[in-house]
């Protein structure tokens, strides 16, 4: 079985920052993708932030030059550094990790930015 915790949400004010951190436990066989999705309520779930295998990024476009995904192989982690946050950018954030056999979801952390 596969866990994926995830830490670093909260409140912030507008223009201020967070690092989201997603610790992976259990046996994953080849993660092809990481990647950061977030939901506010009413709306669909959004692809925020990915990273490949060979470390290419993509940005949502709300998101792009505000947002910074990485990854540390060795401690089985992932990360979304999060600068200049937006009332907008309230919403429940996810890490998912895309393996061959299977993908796994964090449980979800809130991420709540005051104007």
């Known amino acids: 079985q596969v866990q994926l915790v995830e830490s670093g949400g909260g409140l912030v004010q507008a223009g201020g920052s967070l690092r989201l951190s997603c610790a992976a436990s259990g046996t994953i066989f080849s993660i092809n993708f990481m990647g950061w999705y977030r939901q506010a309520p009413g709306k669909q779930r959004e692809l925020v932030a990915g990273?490949?295998?060979?470390?290419?990024?993509n940005y949502a476009e709300s998101v792009k030059g505000r947002f910074t995904i990485s990854r540390d192989n060795a401690k089985n982690t992932g990360y979304l550094q999060m600068n200049s946050l937006k009332p907008e950018d309230t919403a429940v954030y996810y890490c998912r990790l895309q393996g061959i056999t299977g993908s796994y979801w964090g449980q979800g952390t809130q991420v709540t930015v005051s104007s």
């Open positions: 990273m490949t295998t060979g470390g290419s990024t």
